[in-house]
């Protein structure tokens, strides 16, 4: 069973940065495509920014210019920085593949952007 382990959340100022990390273990198969969800509370989960093996990155329009993500294929890893944060950045945030494994969901990492 895959374990993903997400890291690097925190109380953040509006206009602050920070960067969250996931780690992936008891990975067997290759993974094409991995992505940072987050849920923000009463809303859906929603997928903010995924990355090929490859490479090739896509993200929500509330993120783009703002949230780079990248990943070290062979540490599996994937880290997700966030940058000019807002107060509706404000949610717990996930790894996993796209599309998602139910599965696979770790516990995530809060994060809290406010004055």
């Known amino acids: 069973q895959v374990q993903l382990v997400e890291s690097g959340g925190g109380l953040v100022q509006p206009g602050g940065s920070l960067r969250l990390s996931c780690a992936a273990s008891?990975?067997?198969?290759?993974?094409?495509?991995m992505g940072w969800y987050r849920q923000a509370p009463g809303k859906q989960r929603e997928l903010v920014a995924a990355?090929?093996?490859?490479?090739?990155?896509n993200y929500a329009d509330s993120v783009k210019g703002r949230f780079t993500i990248s990943r070290d294929n062979a540490k599996n890893t994937v880290l997700l920085q966030m940058n000019s944060l807002k107060p509706e950045d404000t949610a717990v945030y996930y790894c996993?593949?796209?599309?998602?494994?139910?599965?696979?969901w770790g516990q995530g990492t809060q994060v809290t952007v406010s004055s």
């Open positions: 996993n593949v796209y599309p998602y494994e139910p599965s696979w």
């Open positions: 008891r990975v067997s198969v290759v993974i094409n495509t």
């Open positions: 990355i090929t093996i490859g490479g090739n990155r």
